[in-house]
C-alpha cells in the first residue's frame, strides 16, 4: 500500500524517541517528508541527532503500516482526530514555534477564538489562594472572550481551566501524555468537560505513557498557543519556570502573580517578577499588557435583576438580598440565609463583582454595593 503524504507524517510521529525537533531537523535537510521517507540508512545518518540506533528505528518505522492503521482507528474509536503541519486546521500560532509538533492530537474542537489565548500555569501542590487566584482569573479571562489554555495537571491547572468552564468559556488542556493515557487520571471528567467546552491536545501518539520528559516539552505548546502565559505559584524548580522560558523564547509576554513572601511556591513568581514579567493582580492587567479589548460576557438566560436594569440570575438574586452595605458577611453565612450551595454562592457573588454589585473584604466577607 502507497502512503499518502499526511500518513508518512503521523506515521514518522509515531517512531520512538524521534521528536519534533529531530523532525524538523529531517525535514529540513531532505526537503519534504517524501525525500525523508526515501533516504537510505546512510543518508538519515547526516542529519544531526540522528544515531545508528535511531536510523534503524526509523527504517523499520517507515514500513510499519500496522501501527499506523492500528493508530488511526485508536483515534477514531475514541473521538479524537489527527491533524498534521500542513493541514489548514493546524493552530496558527504553533506554526510560528521553533519546533512545531507534525502531528496534533486533538479531542474536542478548535476555532479561529483561540488565536487569543492566555495560559494560566503553577504549582501543583497549590494554596488555598493560588488555587483561588487561579480559577478567578480563567473565569475572568473566558468571562472576557479569551481561550485559557493549561495542562490538566493537579493544582493551578486544573483551577484554571474549571474557571473557564464555569464561565461557559473556551479552555484548551495539553497533555503530557497520549489522550488513550489521560494523566492524571482522577481529571477524566474535567478532561471531558475540557473536550465539549474547548479541545484537549496532545502531540503524542494515543499510548504515550505520562513520561517526566514529556512534560518539558508539553510546555512549549502550551506557551505557542498563547499570547501570554501567567504563573500563579510556582516553587524555584517549577516546571511552571520552563513554560515561562518557552514563553520568552517565542516571543510571547509573561506575567505572574505575587503571593506571600514566606510561601516556598511563590519563590518562583517573585522572582519572575524580579526579571521583568509583569506583576498580576487582576484580569485587567493582562489585557492591558497584550492590549486586548476585552468582548462582554456571553449571552445567558436569566431574570430582571432586583436593582433594576443590571440582568441576574435566580442564585444571583437570592445571594443580593441576603447582602448590605454595612455589614460584610462570610459566604457560608451567606449560603446559609439565603438557602444557596457554597459552590453556587461562590459562583454567583464572583459575577457579580464583575457586575460592580458586591465587593470583597478582607476574609472572604462581602458587602453590597450601591443601595
Not at 113 to 142: K, N, P
Not at 165 to 179: D, E, H, I, P, Q
Not at 337 to 344: K, L, M, N
Request: charged fraction near 20%; glycine fraction near 10%; proline fraction near 5%.
Amino acid at each position: 500500500m502507497v502512503l499518502d503524504h499526511r500518513e508518512r507524517l503521523i506515521l514518522l510521529n509515531l517512531i520512538a524517541d524521534i521528536g519534533s525537533t529531530r523532525l524538523r531537523r529531517l525535514l529540513d535537510h531532505f526537503g519534504g517528508v517524501d525525500r525523508v521517507w526515501q533516504a537510505t540508512a546512510a543518508q538519515l545518518q547526516q542529519v544531526e541527532g540522528i544515531g545508528p540506533g535511531l536510523v534503524q528505528r526509523m527504517i523499520s518505522g517507515r514500513a510499519d503500516e500496522v501501527r499506523l492503521h492500528q493508530e488511526l482507528a485508536s483515534a477514531q474509536r475514541t473521538g479524537v482526530r489527527i491533524i498534521t503541519l500542513e493541514e489548514a486546521e493546524y493552530p496558527a500560532p504553533l506554526r510560528t514555534i521553533h519546533d512545531p509538533p507534525l502531528a496534533l492530537y486533538i479531542r474536542g474542537r478548535l476555532v479561529e477564538a483561540d488565536q487569543t489565548a492566555v495560559a494560566i500555569v503553577g504549582a501543583r501542590h497549590a494554596s488555598r489562594y493560588g488555587l483561588e487566584c487561579a480559577e478567578r482569573l480563567g473565569y475572568e479571562l473566558a468571562l472576557r472572550g479569551l481561550t485559557v489554555v493549561s495542562g490538566l495537571a493537579r493544582g493551578i491547572d486544573a483551577a484554571a481551566h474549571r474557571g473557564a468552564l464555569k464561565a461557559s468559556g473556551r479552555t484548551l488542556a495539553v497533555l503530557g501524555s497520549g489522550l488513550g493515557r489521560l494523566y492524571p487520571e482522577e481529571h477524566e471528567t474535567l478532561a471531558k468537560q475540557v473536550g465539549e467546552q474547548g479541545a484537549v491536545i496532545s502531540e503524542y501518539p494515543m499510548d504515550m505513557a505520562p513520561l517526566p520528559h514529556n512534560f518539558p516539552r508539553r510546555n512549549r505548546l502550551i506557551s505557542g498557543l498563547s499570547l501570554g502565559v501567567v504563573v500563579v505559584e510556582a516553587g524555584p524548580r517549577s516546571g511552571s519556570l520552563i513554560t515561562a522560558d518557552c514563553a520568552l523564547e517565542q516571543g510571547r509576554d509573561v506575567f505572574a502573580v505575587p503571593g506571600p513572601v514566606t510561601s516556598v511556591t511563590s519563590q518562583g513568581t517573585h522572582r519572575l517578577i524580579k526579571q521583568g514579567a509583569r506583576l498580576v493582580t487582576s484580569v485587567e492587567d493582562i489585557l492591558d499588557e497584550l492590549h486586548l479589548t476585552p468582548q462582554g460576557p456571553p449571552q445567558v438566560e436569566s431574570r430582571q435583576g432586583v436593582d433594576g436594569a443590571i440582568p441576574l440570575s435566580v442564585s444571583e438574586e437570592r445571594v443580593l438580598e441576603c447582602l448590605n452595605a454595612s455589614h460584610p458577611t462570610a459566604i457560608d453565612v451567606i449560603a446559609m440565609h439565603c438557602g444557596v450551595p457554597i459552590a453556587d454562592v461562590s459562583s454567583a457573588l464572583l459575577q457579580m463583582e464583575l457586575k460592580r454589585m458586591v465587593q470583597q473584604l478582607p476574609g472572604k466577607r462581602f458587602v453590597r454595593l450601591g443601595r
